[in-house]
């Protein structure tokens, strides 16, 4: 009888559990009539921040959770979403994966999705826990590799058709040609390594003879690569690189009386090589990137700038400010058609997201398509200069624009 009635209880206990699984899973109704999960209440919608505070992309990575931070605020003081205020969990991994991986199960249960995760290796560190918590997430990390991962929502472009459109401006605008020698920096792992799938592909298409250099995230002198690709005579040179190695491939560039022109991805920049060693051989950098420059002469791009001066942060705005807020903007978006569909579980977030085929985010990014597994969102960029005068660092060169190139390629995972 004894035995009887424990195992009753363990079926019953096993019940329960399967139940309260089956509840996470499925989600319950509140008394809007909207179903809920995990990170929703009737008043409140929590998203996660894995952001890098401490590491080699501190700067752009801050600018990135100030951009959140201010949509935020702008977004609850008109009264939320779905009658629910937006609440930020923000955590520093440092650029450490190690870290990322330590501080995920800490924040996953708490969050509805991920604002913000990034880098390229904290990305990949924790891609299959993003995939089997089934929670949206949205990396500051433009590999199109990522892609393959149906939770993972890139704004803006990748870094494959970064190249590509930033290659064909520099054609266009003859400092480069047909037949000519290039020269492609970049670092060891799946930033690097997407930047350099799309220097290949148009080097392809144009018969440019490409001089690839891999280096790792610890090289900071790289005077001896830039003396090498000098040697092979490069008509310009690619950087998928960290702000610190551009400082020092854009010294070397100049010291050697190289002088060609720099294209460079968008995390490899940051406003400090105004004031560092590199500071006089900036006017050869191109840097091709999805987001305005923070000094942009857009109207959202200025109503960005003056909350960013109010809200009184201590830290010299850069690029990420913009793309920040319109990553938000973005969710916000995603966060309106999951509440139009009653359903503000994690099935509900992607579904929303599947179903967006024109996010607008005032131009500070292009219009976005999600509704296409694999492909990229957009494939249009912005070019920039580096400008010490202009706030953030950087003032715009080429408004949005996709080069015929990117129209053509296809990304890695693409349907």
Known sequence: MKRFAACCALLVLATACSTKAADEENGSSGSDGVRTGVGVTDKTITLGVMTDKTGVFKSLATAITRGNELWVKDLNAAGGVCGRQVELEVVDHGYKADTAKTLYPQLEPKVLGFLQLTGSPIVAALAGDVQSDKVTTTPASWSSELLSNPYVMVVGTTYDIEMIDGLSYLQKEGLI???????????????????????????????????????????????????????????????????????????????????????????AFDPVLHEGPAAKALDKLYVAASTVPYSADLPKAEEIATAYKEAGYAEPPNAGVPYGYAVAEVWGSILKTACDNKDLTRDGILAAMQQTTSADTGDLVATLDYSKPGAPATRQVYIARPDAAAEGGLRSAQPLFEADEAKTYKAPHEK
Do not use: F, M, W
């Open 177 to 267: 040609k047909d037949g000519d020698t290039v020269g492609h920096i970049y670092v060891d792992g799946e930033y690097g390594a997407n930047g350099l799938r799309g220097a290949r592909y148009y080097a392809e298409q144009h018969n440019l003879n490409l001089r690839d250099v891999k280096i790792t995230s610890t090289d900071t002198d790289l005077t001896n690569v830039v003396t090498s690709l000098k040697g092979d005579g490069v008509k310009a040179i690619l950087l998928t690189t960290t702000p610190g190695q551009t400082g020092s491939a854009l010294a070397a560039n100049k010291a050697l009386g190289l002088d060609v022109p720099v294209l460079a991805n968008n995390p």
